[in-house]
């Protein structure tokens, strides 16, 4: 019998890639936006925990992928904070075997340190930072098995949010800035969820989830999208002093100790990118 597994915020775009990824589960989605898939999907909002009461299935594990990622929005820690205490509790009432955390780096965001760790010190600044720290913590307290893991910045051929960044490197001068983009490859973030699952290794810890910081620096990364389009642009670098430079490492050595090594990479990710 295939493992159970719930998925709040399913129609995001990393639950949309598990989905379509790992047919060997049976998927059971919750999402204030249902759409027509052919998982079961529950139409409710987890800050309501008499909607979550509900869902009385025979779920065997939890992936907590719902937030809000705006700090201006008005309603992020009603969902952030008690909307993952809502869904711990739901984890307990179904006693599953475990819960999946989608936290963020933006916990250190306030952390000015030059080489960020599981062990360096969570000082978050925005309030997409805070609220995630504070249901980190929530999940800590919970008595459930977890994972939480703290990825950096997500992207994939399909994301709207790096397409205007990535066409740069079709420019024929490219103005860059001397820092670290912190990126990690979707397909990546994916499989290091599904392989917490089962893990052991993994429960009841904190991984930064990260690939090769030091390698992909803002330049790094349009050069190698400009040879892939067979340009040949000419690189302008923008003094440190017009902008505040990121150059902050977030350490993959935790995560790879387990995993050895990602599935797919950045280089492969670029690659996928149609400019």
Do not use: W
């Not at 000082?123 to 994972?147: D, Q, R, V």
């Not at 429960?203 to 389009?229: G, H």
């Amino acid at each position: 019998m295939k493992n159970q597994i719930l998925i709040t915020g399913i129609n995001g775009f990393l639950g949309e890639k598990i989905v379509e990824s790992y047919g060997e589960y049976d998927f059971i989605g919750l999402d204030l936006n249902p759409k027509n898939i052919k998982q079961k999907v529950y139409n409710s909002d987890i800050r309501n925990y008499n909607q979550l009461e509900k869902i009385n299935e025979n779920i065997d594990y939890i992936i907590h992928l719902a937030s809000i990622t705006n700090s201006n929005n008005l309603d992020i820690f009603d969902v952030n904070v008690k909307g993952t205490k809502n869904i711990c509790d739901l984890g307990k009432k179904l006693k599953i075997k475990k819960i999946i955390y989608l936290s963020t780096v933006s916990v250190y965001s306030g952390n000015t340190e030059k080489n960020i760790s599981e062990d360096t010190i969570a000082i978050p600044s925005s309030n997409y930072g805070k609220s995630k720290f504070e249901a980190e913590e929530i999940i800590k307290k919970s008595g459930l098995n977890y994972t939480i893991l703290r990825p950096t910045n997500i992207f994939s051929e399909n994301d709207k949010k790096y397409s205007e960044y990535f066409l740069r490197a079709l420019k024929k001068i490219i103005l860059y800035r001397d820092r670290i983009i912190h990126l990690i490859y979707l397909d990546d973030i994916v499989d290091i969820i599904i392989k917490c699952l089962t893990e052991k290794k993994t429960d009841k810890e904190i991984y930064i989830v990260s690939d090769k910081e030091k390698e992909y620096k803002e330049k790094n990364v349009l050069t190698f999208l400009s040879k892939i389009n067979n340009k040949n642009p000419f690189f302008l670098r923008i003094p440190d002093f017009f902008n505040k430079n990121d150059k902050r490492i977030f350490s993959e050595k935790k995560i790879m100790k387990i995993f050895k090594k990602y599935k797919f990479g950045i280089k492969y990710g670029l690659k996928k990118i149609c400019l």
